[in-house]
């Protein structure tokens, strides 16, 4: 689920950011930043960096956490964009993040539900890009916009389709509905080619198909991003969904010069997948 303007995914993120709060009292706390946050001198967030940075190293009160957020940030920020911080572990969850791991690969999927009876639609899982509700709804705090530019950039041909709440308006392709009658992936093209990638085995475990056509489309759009820089590598494995990188999102932290090769990353998953 998105919206179409700053103001709706404001109020519902709030909203939602509330109800955890209350329901998890003592998790990572939450915070909202809009990407003009990230840009002037006289926001509240730059005014805490610059009280951050002045304190000594091994002072306790030094958020070292939300320093990294900002300065992650400053560069690469959208001014229009709506930013989710969650101190610590950089994710809030209904579940320890143990569980949440040994669960499935993908916390966003199904298999987060619980068999208990729970309330509907309670927010179970937060990331910096997403809230995920339970009842299998996902909130994308990541863009919102026009339906019609939004699904330019997704993934799939199949995931073409949209309900329009103001209208009622079910927008119907023909063509997609024709990749999910054959279970047929259709690569389109994707600001996160490489989350595309993860996506892919989801939708094989399904039965949908793809084409070695389709990966190498993948592999071309990957190539377009310059994945040594430790910035482009986690906005790319962040995604809408950081649980299952998490460990490594953090381990690229301690890379001080901000860049990485084939080699460091590999040996960064062998020591903590394998």
């Not at 998890?24 to 001198?41: A, H, R, V």
């Not at 070292?64 to 957020?69: N, T, W």
């Not at 080619?193 to 084409?211: A, D, H």
């Not at 999102?249 to 903590?272: A, C, F, H, P, S």
């Amino acid at each position: 689920m998105y919206f179409t303007n700053q103001e709706t995914v404001l109020a519902v993120a709030r909203y939602y950011i509330d109800k955890f709060k209350t329901a998890k009292p003592t998790d990572p706390d939450i915070k909202i930043y809009l990407g003009t946050d990230f840009t002037s001198e006289e926001t509240a967030l730059r005014k805490r960096v610059n009280e951050i940075k002045a304190l000594p190293d091994d002072d306790p009160g030094k958020d070292k956490e939300l320093l990294d957020f900002y300065f992650y940030h400053k560069d690469f920020s959208d001014p229009g964009r709506v930013y989710l911080y969650i101190a610590s572990v950089g994710i809030a969850a209904e579940k320890s993040l143990d569980e949440i791991m040994e669960d499935s690969e993908n916390p966003l999927d199904e298999s987060l539900e619980d068999p208990e009876k729970k309330e509907k639609y309670r927010p179970v899982f937060f990331s910096s890009n997403a809230i995920t509700l339970s009842n299998k709804i996902q909130i994308v705090t990541l863009f919102y916009g026009d339906a019609v530019e939004i699904h330019k950039n997704f993934d799939y041909l199949h995931a073409a389709n949209y309900w329009v709440s103001d209208t009622g308006k079910v927008e119907l392709k023909i063509e997609a509905m024709e990749a999910v009658h054959n279970k047929e992936l259709i690569y389109v093209g994707s600001k996160y080619p490489v989350c595309s990638l993860f996506r892919m085995r989801k939708f094989l475990s399904r039965g949908f198909t793809v084409s070695a056509g389709e990966i190498l489309k993948i592999a071309m759009n990957i190539n377009e991003f310059d994945l040594t820089k430790i910035p482009v590598l986690r906005d790319q494995l962040i995604g809408v969904d950081s649980a299952y990188f998490n460990s490594l999102i953090e381990g690229l932290k301690n890379k001080q010069d901000g860049q990485v090769n084939r080699n460091y990353v590999t040996e960064l998953i062998n020591r903590m997948y394998n």
